[in-house]
C-alpha cells in the first residue's frame, strides 16, 4: 500500500449530505480559492506554525514545542476560539492521516456506507493522497464496492483528472458564477479551468452533478442563461444542484449578504426546468 499521508480537517463516519446515499466524508485542509462564501473558512490555508492562536486557547488546549503548534484534543472544548484568530485561514487541529489511518477508518462503518466523498478545503490540492487512498479501496476485495467521490472546485488540469480516472466514480463540480470577472470577485480565480474540468469529467462519465450556487444579489446565471443553459445541454444529462447562499459562519463582506430563500432560487431552479434541466433544489433554508 502507498501509505501517503494527509492534512485532514474532519472525518464524519456517516454523512447524508456529501453525496448519494450514507457517506464517509473526509475534509481535506488547505484550498486553492478563496470563496467569499466560503462556510468553513478555516479549512483554506494552512497552519505556519505562528503561534498567534496559543495563548488565546482558553482551555489551553494548544503548545508551542520546537516551534511547532501541538494540539491536545484531550483538552479541547471545540470551542472554535482559535479558527477565528487564524490569520492564515487555518486550523491548529488538523491531523496529519495516513491512508492506513483512514482505510481503518473506512473498514470499520463499511457495510453501512455506499461509498466515500473527499472533499476540503479542496480535496485536489492532496492529489497523490487522494489517488493513493482510492488505489487502495479498489483494490481491496471488501472495499472495492464502496464508490470514490470527490466534492472538488474544479481547479484542477486534465492531468490531475487523469490521474484519477481509473480509480474514481465521480466529482461533484461547482460552478460558483457565468463571467470570469464575476467568479474572479466570489472565489479569487477565473472560471476557465473549472468550465474545462467539468466539460472533461461529463466527457468520461464522472460528472456526477453540477453545482450552482445563489447568492441574493450577487449572482449572474439568469443574466447569462443563454449561455448557460448551452453549456449544460453540451454535457448530457447531469443533475443540477442549486444551493442556496446563507451566511452562517461565512467571514468577511459576505456575513452581511442576505442568505437566499427559495423566492430567490425559484426563477433560476424555472429558467432551467424550462430548458429540460433536472435541478435539485436545496433541501433547506436557513
Ligand atoms: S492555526 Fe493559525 S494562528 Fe494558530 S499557529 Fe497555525 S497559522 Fe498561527
Ligand atoms: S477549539 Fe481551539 S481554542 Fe477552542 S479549546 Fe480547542 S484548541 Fe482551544
Not at 470563496?35 to 495563548?55: E, S
Not at 492506513?100 to 478545503?121: K, L, W, Y
Not at 492529489?127 to 470514490?148: G, H, I, M, R
Amino acid at each position: 500500500m502507498n501509505n501517503r499521508c494527509a492534512l485532514v480537517s474532519q472525518v464524519i463516519p456517516f454523512s447524508c449530505v456529501d453525496g448519494p446515499g450514507s457517506r464517509l466524508a473526509l475534509f481535506l485542509q488547505g484550498c486553492n480559492l478563496r470563496c467569499k462564501t466560503c462556510h468553513n473558512p478555516w479549512t483554506i490555508g494552512r497552519c505556519n506554525d505562528c503561534g498567534v492562536c496559543v495563548p488565546h486557547c482558553p482551555h489551553e488546549a494548544l503548545n508551542i514545542q520546537a516551534g511547532r503548534v501541538w494540539w491536545q484534543e484531550e483538552d479541547c472544548q471545540k470551542c472554535d476560539t482559535c479558527l477565528h484568530l487564524c490569520p492564515q485561514q487555518a486550523t491548529p487541529m488538523a491531523l496529519r492521516l495516513s491512508v492506513t489511518d483512514i482505510v481503518t477508518q473506512i473498514r470499520q462503518v463499511a457495510p453501512f456506507i455506499e461509498g466515500i466523498t473527499v472533499s476540503g478545503g479542496e480535496a485536489t490540492t492532496q492529489l497523490p493522497f487522494l489517488v493513493a487512498l482510492f488505489s487502495t479501496l479498489k483494490a481491496d476485495a471488501t472495499l472495492k464496492q464502496l464508490t470514490c467521490l470527490v466534492d472538488s472546485n474544479g481547479l484542477l488540469s486534465e492531468t490531475g483528472w487523469q490521474k484519477l480516472l481509473p480509480i474514481f466514480d465521480g466529482a461533484m463540480l461547482d460552478l460558483k458564477a457565468w463571467n470570469n470577472d464575476h467568479h474572479r470577485f466570489l472565489t479569487g480565480r477565473e472560471n476557465g479551468l473549472i468550465k474545462q474540468s467539468i466539460r472533461w469529467l461529463a466527457q468520461h462519465q464522472r460528472l456526477t452533478e453540477l453545482r450552482l450556487l445563489v447568492i441574493p444579489g450577487h449572482c449572474d446565471y439568469l443574466e447569462n442563461l443563454k449561455p448557460l443553459v448551452t453549456f449544460i445541454h453540451s454535457l448530457g444529462k447531469i443533475p443540477v444542484r442549486i444551493n442556496a447562499f446563507h451566511a452562517h459562519g461565512v467571514y468577511g463582506d459576505a456575513a452581511a449578504w442576505r442568505s437566499a430563500t427559495a423566492e430567490d432560487v425559484e426563477p433560476l431552479a424555472q429558467a432551467l426546468e424550462k430548458e429540460k434541466i433536472s435541478v435539485i433544489r436545496p433541501a433547506r433554508y436557513l
